[in-house]
C-alpha cells in the first residue's frame, strides 16, 4: 500500500501571518494535533503542533537554562528560543524543517521517516502543494480495515474512495477530516462528527456512489463543549468493553 491509499485527502491548513489563538481553536474546534502552515501561493512553508505549545511565557514553561548554559549557546540561540516562547505568529513559532513524501511513497517508507524523525504525520506532497496527510490515525484505521481479512486496495477502490470523498466534502454539513478505506466496494468511514445528523447524512452520501457495497461506520462522536468521546454504536457493539464516554 502507497501513501494515496490511506492519506486524509481534505487537508485543513493555516496561513503563516495568523495568530496563535487562530490556530489554536482551529487545532481544538477539529480536534488536530497539527496544523500545515501554506503561504499565500499555497506552498507548504512549515507546520505548527501541539509541541510548539509547550514552551511557553503566557503558561510559565519557557526553557530556563543556568547562566554557564546561556553564556555557551550564546545570543544566538537564546534569541531563538525567545521568540519561540513569545512569538505571537504561526510563522514565528512553526516547524519550517520539514519531512514530506509523494503521493506515491510506499507505506514503510513513511513509517521509517515518522521513526527516524520522531514525528506523528507526514505532508504528502505533489510537487511544492500538498494533497493529503498521513498521521498515526491512518495507520490505525488502515489496520483496522485490513483485519477484516480482505485484500488490500485496487485501482479501482483508489478511484472509488476519491469519488466517495469528493461526494461527501460538496456537502456544506461534511465536517473536516472525514476519511474513507475502500476494498473490493467495502467502505469503512473513519473521522470525527458534532452531530448525530451528519453521521447519517455521511452514509447515505456513502451509499449513493455508484461501486459502493457495503459501508462501515467508525465515525466517534465528539460533544465540542464538554470533549466527551464516544464510538460509533458499529464499533461500541465490536468493542463492548470499551467505556462509552471519555475525555477527549
Given at each position: 500500500?502507497?501513501?494515496?491509499?490511506?492519506?486524509t485527502?481534505?487537508?485543513?491548513?493555516?496561513?503563516?501571518?495568523?495568530?496563535?489563538?487562530?490556530?489554536?481553536?482551529?487545532?481544538?474546534?477539529?480536534h488536530f494535533?497539527?496544523?500545515?502552515?501554506?503561504?499565500?501561493?499555497?506552498?507548504?512553508?512549515?507546520?505548527?503542533?501541539?509541541?510548539?505549545?509547550?514552551r511557553?511565557?503566557e503558561?510559565?514553561?519557557?526553557?530556563?537554562?543556568?547562566?554557564?548554559?546561556?553564556?555557551?549557546?550564546?545570543p544566538?540561540?537564546?534569541?531563538?528560543?525567545?521568540?519561540?516562547?513569545?512569538?505571537r505568529?504561526?510563522?514565528?513559532i512553526?516547524?519550517?524543517?520539514?519531512?514530506?513524501a509523494?503521493?506515491?511513497?510506499?507505506?514503510?517508507e513513511?513509517?521509517?521517516?515518522m521513526?527516524?524523525?520522531?514525528?506523528k504525520?507526514?505532508?504528502i506532497m505533489?510537487?511544492?502543494?500538498?494533497?493529503?496527510?498521513?498521521?498515526r490515525?491512518?495507520?490505525?484505521?488502515?489496520?483496522?480495515?485490513?483485519?477484516?481479512g480482505?485484500?488490500?486496495?485496487?485501482?479501482?477502490?483508489?478511484?472509488?474512495?476519491?469519488?466517495?470523498?469528493?461526494?461527501?466534502?460538496?456537502?456544506?454539513?461534511?465536517?473536516?477530516?472525514?476519511?474513507?478505506?475502500?476494498?473490493?466496494?467495502?467502505?469503512?468511514?473513519?473521522?470525527?462528527?458534532?452531530?448525530?445528523?451528519v453521521?447519517?447524512?455521511?452514509?447515505v452520501?456513502?451509499?449513493?456512489?455508484?461501486?459502493?457495497?457495503?459501508?462501515?461506520?467508525?465515525?466517534?462522536?465528539?460533544?465540542?463543549?464538554?470533549?466527551?468521546y464516544?464510538?460509533s454504536?458499529?464499533?461500541?457493539?465490536?468493542?463492548?468493553?470499551?467505556?462509552?464516554a471519555?475525555?477527549?
Open positions: 500500500m502507497k501513501a494515496h491509499h490511506i492519506m485527502h481534505h487537508v485543513v491548513t493555516i496561513d503563516p501571518d495568523a495568530t496563535l489563538a487562530d490556530a489554536a481553536q482551529l487545532m481544538l474546534s477539529n494535533s497539527g496544523l500545515p502552515v501554506v503561504d499565500a501561493k499555497g506552498e507548504l512553508v512549515g507546520i505548527v503542533t501541539e509541541r510548539d505549545f509547550m511557553r511565557q503558561i510559565d514553561t519557557q526553557r530556563k537554562r543556568p547562566r554557564w548554559l546561556e553564556f555557551i549557546l550564546g544566538g540561540r537564546m534569541a531563538e528560543d525567545y521568540v519561540k516562547t513569545a512569538g505568529k504561526v510563522r514565528e512553526m516547524t519550517r524543517n520539514l519531512y514530506t509523494a503521493e506515491d511513497t510506499p507505506l514503510p513513511i513509517v521509517l521517516l521513526e527516524k524523525h520522531h514525528i504525520r507526514v505532508p505533489r510537487g511544492k502543494k500538498i494533497v493529503g496527510m498521513v498521521s490515525q491512518n495507520f490505525v484505521q488502515a489496520v483496522s480495515s485490513l483485519s477484516r480482505l485484500p488490500g486496495p485496487t485501482f479501482d477502490d483508489t478511484s472509488l474512495r476519491n469519488r466517495i470523498l469528493a461526494t461527501i466534502e460538496d456537502h456544506q454539513w461534511a465536517p473536516i477530516g472525514i476519511n474513507a478505506i475502500v476494498k473490493n466496494g467495502v467502505v469503512d468511514l473513519c473521522g470525527v462528527i458534532t452531530d448525530e445528523h453521521r447519517q447524512a455521511i452514509i452520501a456513502t451509499e449513493n456512489v455508484p461501486g459502493v457495497e457495503q459501508v462501515h461506520d467508525h465515525l466517534a462522536w465528539v460533544d465540542p463543549m464538554s470533549g466527551v464516544l464510538l454504536p458499529e464499533d461500541e457493539m465490536e468493542n463492548p468493553s470499551t467505556p462509552q471519555m475525555a477527549s
